[in-house]
């Protein structure tokens, strides 16, 4: 029997989301609560794997079991077995053919960055922090140079392992919300802190070091060193993954904490 799961994670006290020798990741945790349901060793596959300190507000797994539980055991009663920091938010029995990665057809994530002169308190863990006045109008006009297919090299880490740095940006929105700041990106896949980098640059853009255009230049020049900073990881989550209606898997706000 295959099932889908629905998972959501606070990244900050893990080492990402994939399985490592001698570290904390929320593989390992998730795997550990299922297989004590299963009475049988779990592993899970997901949508797509997020770094340390990456969060998660919608994040789909599958895995395979040979026993039989219902639906209440693989949701509360997994949580059960769970940290506080990682949660099941759904279940659902998929046919075999589905794939949490491979059947995805595009991945959504938000960057939210609280924006004023003194450092937050609520909610620190899951910000990024920047006291410099931010133009979101100026960062929004910069993003929409990287909406369509492109080479996106010098947005990706020189330790990338992808075979190619060409991806397809859906749709890239910066928008205020009070004193934070959210840059929405959907895609049909993205590169090793390709999201950071992007977020990084386009703050360079909002504090108007750099001029919209600028954007465009980066994404020419397909050289790292010449965009900007790579953003914290705090302030970023995984949102959404977008599969065929064949699957009818369940859906929930994209989050995080009180955006729409």
Known sequence: MRFALGIEYDGANYCGWQRQNDVSSVQETLEIALS?????PIEVVCAGRTDTGVNATNQVVHFDTN??????????????NLPDDVAVTWVKSVDEDFHARFSATSRRYRYVICNRLFRPAIF??????????????????????????????????VHCQAPTAVRTIE?????????????DVKGNAFLHHMIRNISGSLMRVGRELESIDWIKEVLEAKNRCVAGMTAPAS??????????????????PFGPLFFD
């Open 235 to 252: 302030g970023l989550y995984f949102v959404d993954v977008t599969y065929p209606e064949k699957y009818q898997l369940p859906k929930r």
């Open 67 to 80: 026993n039989f539980r219902k639906d209440v055991a693989w949701t509360l009663g997994v949580n059960t």
């Open 36 to 40: 004590k349901i299963a009475n049988e």
């Open 171 to 183: 749709h890239c929105n910066v928008s205020r919300h009070g004193e934070y700041i959210v840059i």
């Open 124 to 157: 620190r863990h899951g910000l990024t922090f920047c006291h410099h006045p931010l133009n979101e109008q100026l960062m929004h006009q910069a993003a929409q140079h990287l909406v369509g297919e492109h080479d996106f090299t010098s947005f990706r880490t």
